[in-house]
Each structure stands twice: as C-alpha cells, then as structure tokens.
C-alpha cells in the first residue's frame, strides 16, 4: 500500500491500516474587542452568514478584517469630532478634568458609531 494518496484535492496519509486526510487550518491571528464583539453579533443575529464562515474556513480571517477596520475608523473619528467641539492641548492645559471627560465622552461617540456602521451589520 501506498504512504500517501490523493483524492478529490485532499491528501490522506496511510496509518496502521487506515488512511487519515492531512487538513490544515489557515493561520489563525489575534482577534480584538471589536473582532469579538461582531462575532457576537453575528452567533446571535446572523446564525446562517455565522455558519458559513465558520464552514469555509474564512471566519478569523474575517473578524480580523473587521477589527482592523473598526480600529483604524475609531482613530479617524476622534481627532475629527475633538477638532469639531474645540477639544484641545489649550484645554487639556487649563482644565484637565473638563478635557479628560470630554475624550472619553468624543471616545464613546466614535464607538457607537463604528458599532453601528461596522460591527452590526
């Protein structure tokens, strides 16, 4: 008997008297908050588009490309609306307190909308 064989585009590898298939998962990468949270959404929500990532392989790959997305459009975002609403290294100098609340609340606007626009889709 042969040690490996080829059917159908999958190659098996003869052990004791049976034949395994050597399959390969593609390389997984380090998924973020907002890969985590669309994959939320999505075993949740969208159970079918869910399934078929997870079958064809592509599922990570996907999420990655959904955190990456996420992040890049969150650091887009807030320096725009800071700029908008006058937040500023003149502030941050006066006023401390008043600067630090208004990041975190121009943060959280950045977020919902990178939520609404990216993740729950």
Same mark, same amino acid.
């Given at each position: 008997?042969?040690?490996?064989?080829?059917?159908?585009?999958?190659?098996?590898?003869?052990?004791?008297?049976?034949?395994?298939?050597?399959?390969?998962?593609?390389?997984?990468?380090?998924?973020?908050?907002? +890969?985590?949270?669309?994959?939320?959404?999505?075993?949740?929500?969208?159970?079918?588009?869910?399934?078929?990532?997870?079958?064809? +392989?592509?599922?990570?790959?996907?999420?990655?490309?959904?955190?990456?997305?996420?992040?890049?459009?969150?650091?887009?975002?807030?320096?725009?609306?800071?700029?908008?609403?006058?937040?500023?290294?003149?502030?941050?100098?006066?006023?401390?307190?008043?600067? +630090?609340?208004?990041?975190?609340?121009?943060?959280?606007?950045?977020?919902?909308?990178?939520?609404?626009?990216?993740?729950?889709?």
């Amino acid at each position: 008997m042969e040690k490996y064989i080829e059917q159908n585009g999958i190659t098996y590898e003869l052990r004791g008297e049976q034949y395994y298939p050597l399959l390969e998962l593609p390389e997984q990468k380090e998924i973020g908050k907002y +890969g985590r949270l669309h994959l939320k959404y999505l075993k949740e929500h969208r159970k079918g588009r869910y399934t078929n990532l997870l079958s064809e +392989g592509t599922l990570n790959q996907r999420l990655y490309e959904i955190d990456v997305e996420a992040k890049t459009m969150v650091e887009t975002i807030i320096p725009r609306l800071a700029a908008e609403r006058g937040i500023d290294e003149n502030l941050k100098a006066r006023d401390m307190l008043r600067w +630090g609340a208004e990041m975190n609340n121009i943060k959280a606007s950045a977020e919902e909308i990178v939520l609404r626009e990216v993740i729950f889709v």
